[in-house]
């Protein structure tokens, strides 16, 4: 059983900033590719970030200059540094991991989302 789970949103003002995080844990070997989305209210999930197993990384243009995804391959964690916020970026945001479960299989999982509120 794999379980992933995102932490560190929260309420911050404009211009703040939060770093969030995103872990799997339980059965796994490693993960693999990594996608940041975010979902507002009445909206489409968006895909916000994602890295590759590489390192390779890839931002919406709303949010280049401003978020960088990073990863920690060793504790299975992979991290949304949120710079410069704008109440445009308030929304829950997800992360979806490829999970390695051995040296060959693979599967997508979803965490159950964090809060971001950015506001005055």
């Known amino acids: 059983q794999v379980q992933v789970v995102e932490s560190g949103g929260g309420l911050v003002r404009p211009g703040g900033s939060l770093r969030l995080s995103c872990a799997a844990s339980?059965?796994?070997?490693?993960?693999?590719?990594v996608g940041w989305y975010r979902q507002a209210p009445g909206k489409e999930r968006e895909l916000v970030a994602d890295?590759?197993?590489?390192?390779?990384?890839n931002y919406a243009d709303s949010v280049k200059g401003r978020f960088t995804v990073s990863r920690d391959n060793a504790k299975n964690v992979v991290y949304l540094q949120m710079n410069s916020l704008k109440p445009e970026d308030t929304a829950v945001y997800y992360c979806?991991?490829?999970?390695?479960?051995?040296?060959?299989?693979?599967?997508?999982?979803w965490g159950q989302g964090t809060q971001v509120t950015v506001s005055s």
């Open positions: 979806n991991v490829e999970v390695r479960l051995s040296e060959i299989m693979r599967n997508y999982y």
């Open positions: 339980g059965s796994i070997f490693s993960i693999s590719n």
């Open positions: 890295i590759t197993s590489g390192g390779y990384t």
